[in-house]
């Protein structure tokens, strides 16, 4: 269904993303590995259309997504959700209100600039915050929420939109263990339950193993791995993070069990 | 989540909204019977009716094109050739424009095909294609003319004027004159009147060709009769842009010389008496609030009008501006740092020195070549009331409402005067405080 | 780590070199100095001689009759206080006029500052490429005197209020636009972004992400316009265009006699600007303390 | 006491640079006659000449008759007319003219009731004050006070303000001055009408005339009465001899044809300074 | 040579300083520790004359410094000068101009007034910063220095004024360990080459132990400790801080030595 085919973006003289091909024919939930750098979010970024590929083509359900203009464009996005890092909520609105920014694609200009939102809608709203676990927090303001929370919201506004594919440019980086396994969890279930497809960029190792159908690696913008968690041996994760003989994959790691036995592997570290 | 409470949550998340879309139409709703009652309040649909288009297309075109007038004396046949019909733009005795030609029967060609014949005995003719023939004759204050029947809307006559109209000129007899207005596009004799030899030689003969006045070099005679040409006054008007800046430059530094050792009195940390702060803030709103207009009125009396009066309208109006301005900057001072000048044991004059100056001169700066800017514009303005610079010009020029091409000329010069205080006082902000701050 | 030479100071060459160097340095700064301080003072001086030659009072002479005016002025108005109350009221619709025109104005030149500042953001404009289209477009705006445009349009519309709310309205949409855009460049893009990934149009990013950041400052910038229109439409009216201006141009024209309409006409003026002067610092204060709490 | 300099001011109605242009030469017979620089001063309306005059820091200026009782009145020793204008025909008078667009059907002043009537300058004695003391006394139940007789009763500001808002119809009736010599059709002989119509701002078949004051003392030259009395005089004999020296200088500075200047005294304007004391009060 | 009594410090209600008597008969190198509020700064800016006492005395050699007033005052507080937590520099001048602020007492006001010093000033400041090795950044304008850099400064501004006592209002508290011990060496070869008094507000322990020859404890305006280092026991520390048994000197070191154990030490915390 989705065909990623030598997609490539130039930065000036910097090559982000350099011919990236990936087939994917069924909804999976897909994990993108690399060090920073490696041209992860770019390549999100091309996907979503929030950026423009220099080189190569998209592909979905046979539809040309990298010619896609104005309304077109905004259509796809409407159908390729998008969570950030940073969660990217408008913090001094609500929650339901940053939710419901899901549907702007859908409703006019004019009836969204006076927040003439259906009622259906602001009930559906609530109901995807309920299932996330969050539907007390609908009156607040985004930015009193904690991040885990926030990234929830987010993850709200992308179900909103009943997307076909959610993209997550690392979703729990700035998050801590806890609410990275809570936010997680969600992003899995509503791949399960719902059978969209997820893309997540994701700075750790084992969260990819952990979570992901299939681990793809890049480095320096080429995909160097495209495999199941199981064929990701440590070589290949020291081929894909450059790193020499004293790579540890715990020191990427945020997952809360390995937390548990950082201190005391640290301490050996040391010894 | 229970269903009870998730329709709770639900319930009041309807509420919320439609609280929130009271608002946001409630807003906009007020804004706009607001804008009803402007609208009747300041008459717009009479306003549509009384405003004249025609004005709008006489200034529009008179802005870019001058009109040369052929008159004729109907008592004496006396001719006279001049452009814009002044005096100082009329053409030498003996000249005349190119498309009049014949001397018993003057003929004046406007153009496409359109004639105008000054005959003997006070006869007039006007040749207009796809119209015909117009002739009229003269006698006392009486005109007759052979025009019968319904007018074009282009054509006013009476028995005792005809006016003609017509793109390409226009034509206007009474019993004492016939006038000729023929119209061209351009800024005519901007260089160099018809007077001074240099008119209708270009540049590059002016500049490398032969001696064209015998008594002057070329470019010293050209430079001195383009600088006082009678037509467009360039020495006046750059004497007028000198004056209006003047009025900005003294007016803002005298006002900022002056606010600064008043605005120590009216901030709390440098003056502890309460009164003496107070009747200095008071003093800033006082002259702030009675507004350069008024100023500008008051000192009229005792200075008369010029420059020097615009320029005090600014410094005691800015001065209060000024004042404010830096005794708020003057609360904001660190501590920190004339705690550590003082504990060298630093004289009261020499904390403020180091401890104080350096940290309000940046903003100070700031706000001072900000309002360099903004009373360039200001002083066009109080010129206009007292009689100074470029400002004046501008609205007697616009209130005679004759030369539009000088209004243009005029607005030209302010936007681009303005313009140019506006990257100098930006480049210099830049240069003296640094991009960071 | 250079920071750790505590012990170990300078050769005696190394220190005799920055001595040098220093005091050339403070030489160079001394000079400029001078040289600025210099330049300053004979632009002043000589400043202040040409506007005092070309005035046709000298500043010397006229200084001592600066009371003179007001003095006649509030001689009369005392002398007739009686009848003050009742020409404030008079003139109370003038006064109504003048704010009207400041308060349309501001509105209408907000709203365009508002588009204009967005479409010449980096990051926010609808089309980057015509940024300095914009830009220039605001500069010129802001550089024209409202007076020019006032008095144009006085010609072709006839006088009243709306030649000078449509020059007004034209000054404040460029000078508001610049402000208004300052600010928009610090604004967060995070929103606007996240805004972008669900299928916004321009319009929604910027109502939905860029003004909920904004408005704060927008608001207070406004204000402040609103405090500085009133004084611009005040003085338009003397050149014209209606409201109080007009009627306290020809009150002074009259000379005495008319001089308790002209006081009158003072303090409703005065009034009205210290009122809102006071006013929008206020909610100004209020509005940027509370963004940055 | 010795001058300095010598401060000519200069009226309103024409563009500032013209008003300065026509001036030059009086300027500068008067710098070859006194010794001292003389300077031109342009202020923006009729009430910035008046305040320099009052002020002291104008010495010398042509003034309108009511401007000159403004003066007068605020203060009877800080100016002496010593000269005034004469016409072609020997008379030192014009007229105040009401006129109204014929396209409005207007074409007395009985037609004019519950229409729109502008003044120019309330210190101008045409634009104002004659007008606005005659023109109530030229029919039954006419006052000035707006809403009353006329819907509304406005200021334009000058006579060039009030030619065009009647022609442009901002107005339907307004005030301003020729010397009522000549024909209607060109605007009088001269005046603001003239003016305008040699302009080509206005087509005089599209106005008529719908009032004509009595004679209006033309406005004296003035000169400051704190003068020292050689200069006075010189200034005097200068102006008095200006037509048979410089005719070309004369018609600039009295802007228009004329035979000269011929000496004058208060007692001519009393009448004015008492209607503009009645009407206006100070 | 330096006798305070019984000095006494309110604010409104509040005492900050409570009858602190003090008396030193030799230059010495003293710190004094307290916790946050104890009365340290007040105290010093007492002795400086920033602050008026509300009773008690100050004597320095016989002199009554509490009663200077004016002139007498400033010259007071040339020969005793300050060095600040937040260096309190003039940010925007170039060093070498701020070291000559020290001079500013003794200068004529007028042509201080347009930055005009005798040239042996202006070298004799380029010697004092080279002695604390900064003179390179002579030029340069203060702000554009790091913070050990610009405390530097500071102490070159006190060694300018050429005085007898040097204050210092925990001199180190904002500055980084490296920069910390740079600090305080200069502090303490200050006092011993030129043998001049140092009393400095040290917010740690160890600090104090390793640098001062005397420490004076403060705790809620009184002076409750005085005595040599050796004498300063953790018991003695608690009294001070008035911490529970569960206080740990480490918490607040910022000594180098003491870091470098530190991690070591934190992980036998954690056992
Ligand atoms: N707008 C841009 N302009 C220029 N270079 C860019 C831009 N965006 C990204 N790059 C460059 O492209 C390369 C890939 O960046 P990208 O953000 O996709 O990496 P990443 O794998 O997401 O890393 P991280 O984990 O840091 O987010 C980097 O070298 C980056 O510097
Ligand atoms: N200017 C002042 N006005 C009122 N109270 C003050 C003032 N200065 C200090 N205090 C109070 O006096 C007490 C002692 O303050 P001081 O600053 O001397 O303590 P410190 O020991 O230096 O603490 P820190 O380590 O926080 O600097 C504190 O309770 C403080 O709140
Ligand atoms: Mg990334
Ligand atoms: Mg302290």
């Known amino acids: ?271 | 989540m229970s269903a009870a409470d998730l329709d709770l949550v639900k319930s009041q998340a309807d509420a919320l909204f439609s609280r929130k879309r009271l608002f946001a139409v409630g807003l906009p709703g007020v804004i706009l019977a607001y804008f009803v009652y402007i609208f009747f309040a300041f008459d717009l649909p009479g306003l549509a009716q009384r405003a004249n288009w025609d004005n709008a297309v006489t200034l529009a075109s008179d802005s870019w094109s001058y009109k040369t007038h052929v008159t004729r004396e109907n008592g004496s046949g006396e001719m006279e050739y001049a452009v814009e019909g002044e005096r100082k733009g009329a053409y030498p005795d003996g000249q005349r424009p190119d498309w009049v030609t014949g001397d018993d029967v003057i003929t004046v060609d406007l153009g496409g095909g359109t004639l105008v014949r000054l005959l003997p005995d006070r006869r007039t003719e006007v040749e207009i294609p796809e119209f015909g023939l117009i002739k009229a004759q003269a006698e006392g204050r009486e005109i007759t003319t052979n025009l019968t029947g319904d007018l074009p809307d282009w054509i006013s006559a009476s028995s005792r004027r005809v006016g003609i109209t017509t793109p390409e000129g226009r034509v206007t007899i009474t019993g004492s004159k016939t006038e000729v207005f023929n119209y061209f596009p351009g800024w005519e004799l901007f260089w160099f009147t018809f007077d001074s030899p240099y008119h209708g030689h270009g540049f590059g003969e002016i500049l490398f060709g032969d001696r064209i006045d015998p008594d002057r070099g070329n470019i010293a005679g050209a430079v001195s009769d383009w600088w006082n040409n009678a037509m467009w006054r360039h020495r006046d008007v750059a004497w007028a842009i000198g004056e209006t800046i003047l009025m900005a430059f003294l007016g803002t530094m005298g006002a900022a010389m002056l606010a600064l050792p008043l605005s120590f009195m009216a901030a709390k940390r440098f003056a502890p008496v309460m009164l003496i702060r107070a009747a200095t803030r008071r003093l800033f709103d006082f002259v702030r609030g009675v507004d350069a207009l008024i100023w500008t009125v008051v000192l009229a009396r005792a200075f008369g009008p010029g420059p020097l009066t615009g320029t005090l309208a600014i410094l005691i109006t800015d001065t209060g501006t000024f004042g404010k301005i830096f005794s708020e900057a003057l609360e904001n001072v660190d501590q920190k740092q004339i705690e550590g000048i003082s504990s060298t044991g630093a004289k009261p004059l020499q904390r403020y020195r180091f401890g104080v100056i350096p940290q309000i001169v940046p903003i100070l700066l700031a706000q001072i070549l900000y309002f360099l800017e903004s009373n360039t514009r200001s002083a066009t303005i109080i010129g206009a009331i007292t009689g100074g610079g470029i400002g004046l010009m501008l609205t007697q020029a616009i209130q005679t409402q004759k030369d539009w091409e000088e209004v243009a000329y005029y607005i030209v010069l302010i936007v681009g005067m303005v313009m140019v205080m506006d990257s100098l006082s930006g480049w210099l902000r830049g240069k003296l405080i640094g991009r960071s701050d | 780590m250079t920071d750790a030479t505590l012990g170990t100071p300078n050769g005696a060459r190394s220190i005799d070199h920055i001595r040098a160097s220093y005091l050339a340095q403070v030489q160079r700064r001394r000079l400029y100095g001078g040289l600025v301080l210099m330049i300053f003072v004979l632009l002043m001086v000589s400043g202040f001689m040409v506007a005092d030659d070309r005035n046709a009072g000298g500043f010397w002479d006229g200084l001592h009759q600066i009371g003179d005016y007001p003095a006649e002025v509030l001689a009369e108005a005392w002398q007739k206080r009686a009848d003050l109350p009742g020409l404030v009221v008079e003139f109370f619709p003038a006064l109504i006029e003048t704010i009207n025109i400041a308060a349309v104005s501001t509105l209408i030149g907000a709203a365009a500052g508002l588009v204009l500042s967005l479409l010449s953001t980096r990051g926010l404009a609808r089309w980057p490429r015509l940024i300095p289209v914009f830009r220039r477009f605001m500069d010129i705006m802001r550089a024209v005197p409202e007076i020019v445009i006032a008095l144009v349009l006085i010609f072709v519309l006839g006088g009243g209020p709306v030649p000078a709310m449509i020059a007004i309205a034209i000054h404040t949409a460029g000078a508001l636009g610049k402000m208004f855009s300052e600010v928009a460049e610090n604004a967060d893009l995070k929103p606007v972004e996240g805004l972008a990934s669900t299928g916004a149009t321009w319009a929604q990013k910027m109502w939905l992400g860029v003004l909920p950041q904004v408005a704060p400052n927008y608001l207070s910038y406004a204000l402040l316009r609103f405090e500085i229109n009133i004084r611009a439409s005040a003085i338009l009216g003397f050149v014209g265009a209606g409201g109080l201006g007009y009627e306290l141009r020809n009150s002074m024209a009259w000379g005495p006699g008319r001089f308790d309409e002209a006081a009158a006409i003072f303090i409703l003026l005065f009034g009205t600007i210290v009122f809102f002067d006071q006013l929008s610092s206020r909610y100004r204060n209020r509005l940027t303390e509370g963004h940055a709490a | 006491q010795e001058i300095t300099e010598f401060r000519i001011g200069i009226l309103g109605g024409e563009n500032a640079q013209d008003r300065m242009n026509s001036y030059q030469c009086l300027a500068d017979y008067t710098t070859e006659e006194l010794g001292v620089e003389t300077k031109l001063f342009a202020p923006a309306d009729y009430n910035g000449v008046i305040q320099g005059l009052l002020g002291g820091t104008i010495d010398m200026a042509w003034l309108g008759a009511s401007a000159y009782a403004a003066t007068y009145l605020q203060d009877p020793e800080a100016v002496e007319p010593v000269m005034v204008k004469v016409n072609l025909d020997g008379s030192i008078g014009y007229h105040s003219i009401g006129f109204a667009r014929k396209d409005a059907g207007i074409t007395s002043l009985e037609d004019m009731q519950g229409k729109v009537f502008g003044f120019g300058d309330p210190n101008s004695t045409s634009g104002y004050l004659i007008p606005s003391i005659e023109i109530p006394q030229a029919g039954e139940g006419i006052t000035m006070e707006p809403g009353e007789y006329f819907a509304d009763v406005v200021f334009t500001g000058g006579h060039e303000q009030t030619i065009v808002a009647v022609n442009n119809g901002d107005i339907d009736g307004g005030v301003t001055w020729a010397d009522g010599q000549g024909n209607w059709e060109d605007g009088y002989n001269s005046g603001a009408l003239r003016k305008a119509v040699d302009a080509g701002l206005v087509d005089m078949n599209e106005l008529v005339e719908i009032w004509k004051s009595e004679v209006i003392p033309e406005g004296p030259v003035v000169l400051r009465t704190a003068l020292p009395a050689d200069v006075k005089e010189k200034m005097t004999t200068l102006v008095d001899n200006l037509y048979e020296t410089d005719p070309e200088c004369t018609y600039g500075v009295f802007a228009g044809d004329s035979l000269g200047a011929k000496p004058v005294t208060h007692a001519t304007y009393t009448s004015i300074v008492e209607a503009r004391k009645a009407e206006i009060g100070g």
Not at chain 1, 81 to 109: E, Y
């Open chain 1, 1 to 271: 269904m989705l065909k990623i085919d030598t997609l490539t973006k130039r930065f000036g003289d910097k090559t982000a993303v350099d011919a990236a091909t990936i087939h994917v024919t069924e909804p999976r939930m897909i994990g993108i590995i690399g060090r920073s750098g490696a041209g992860k979010s770019t390549l999100l970024r091309m996907l979503n259309r929030l950026s423009d590929a220099t080189e190569g083509s998209i592909t979905f359900d046979g539809e040309e997504i990298t010619a896609l203009r104005g309304a077109a464009k905004r259509d796809w996005q409407s159908r390729c959700a998008m969570i950030f890092q940073q969660f990217n909520l408008v913090p001094r609105m609500d929650v339901v209100s940053n939710v419901l920014h899901g549907t702007l694609n859908k409703r006019s200009t004019f009836a969204t600039m006076f927040n003439l939102y259906p009622q259906s809608d602001i009930h559906r709203a609530i109901e995807i915050l309920d299932r996330l676990g969050i539907a007390e927090q609908a009156p607040k303001r985004a930015e009193a929420l904690s991040g885990g929370q926030q990234q929830r919201v987010a993850i709200a506004r992308a179900l909103m939109q009943d997307p076909r594919i959610i993209l997550a440019d690392e979703p729990i980086a700035s998050l801590d263990p806890m609410n990275a396994q809570i936010v997680m969890d969600a992003l899995r279930r509503i791949h399960e339950e719902d059978g969209r497809m997820v893309i997540a960029n994701l700075h750790t190792l084992d969260t990819a193993r952990r979570y992901c159908d299939r681990v793809i690696g890049m480095r320096d913008g080429r995909i160097v791995f495209d495999g199941t968690p199981a064929q990701l041996t440590t070589g290949v994760a020291r081929d894909i993070y450059g790193a020499g003989a004293d790579f540890s994959e715990a020191a990427t790691s945020t997952a809360i069990e390995t937390l548990d036995s950082h201190e005391a592997r640290k301490a050996k570290a040391y010894v």
